[in-house]
């Protein structure tokens, strides 16, 4: 049973910094990518960063220059480190892992969630 389970949010002033982790547990199966997405209250949900087994990253053009995505392979974990923090930014964050699964035609991917965190910026 594959857990993925986030943590480190919480209530953060405009400007100030958070760090989410994720931790991916439970499969034999390696990990390729592992992201953040956000969903805003009546809005869809939102990538934030993504990371490969590589180290390459992706960022959505709101975010970039401020937040910093990275992630220890051995531990299946990757972070979220959150900096000059807006009003705007204010959501549930969620952490995806995809996990490449062989068969016998390859390979597949198989994607797993984790239940949210809270990040609430506000004065």
């Known amino acids: 049973q594959v857990q993925v389970v986030e943590s480190g949010g919480g209530l953060v002033q405009p400007g100030g910094s958070l760090r989410l982790s994720c931790a991916a547990s439970?499969?034999?199966?390696?990990?390729?990518?592992m992201g953040w997405y956000r969903q805003a209250p009546g809005k869809q949900r939102e990538l934030v960063a993504t990371?490969?087994?590589?180290?390459?990253?992706t960022y959505a053009d709101s975010v970039k220059g401020r937040f910093t995505i990275s992630r220890d392979n051995v531990k299946n974990t990757v972070y979220l480190q959150m900096n000059s923090l807006k009003p705007e930014d204010t959501a549930v964050y969620y952490c995806?892992?995809?996990?490449?699964?062989?068969?016998?035609?390859?390979?597949?991917?198989?994607?797993?969630w984790g239940q949210g965190t809270q990040v609430t910026v506000s004065s």
């Open positions: 990371i490969n087994n590589s180290g390459r990253t």
């Open positions: 995806k892992s995809v996990y490449t699964i062989p068969d016998e035609a390859g390979t597949y991917e198989s994607d797993y």
């Open positions: 439970g499969s034999p199966f390696s990990i390729y990518v």
